[in-house]
């Protein structure tokens, strides 16, 4: 199950994704890192493919050979397991 990034509603998506494909919901770009299996926040550039170029605009439709539309399953369970740098560091100083 493919979703958007934007307004999180499950996409039918069983093919590649072309550039300027938008969300048939919001309209918002599919094509893009947000929605990758590659984007991974706090790794080099925000991406974890080594060869891909950078990407400014990590929202807006880009022209990466790279992109895979990320499975909502896979994105669920990494922002369910992802803590904020705040809360981290007060669990570890709490007593």
Known sequence: MKTCHSCRK??????????????PFCGSDLHVCLNCRFYDPGSYNDC?????????DKARS???DYFEFRDSASAE?????????????????KK
């Open 77 to 93: 369970g990494e922002h369910k397991t992802e803590k904020n740098p705040a809360a981290q560091l007060e669990d570890l100083f």
């Open 10 to 23: 499950t996409l039918d998506v069983g093919r590649k994704v072309g550039r300027r494909e938008d969300c």
């Open 48 to 56: 974890r493919e080594p060869q891909a170029e950078r990407v400014v």
């Open 62 to 64: 880009n022209f990466c």
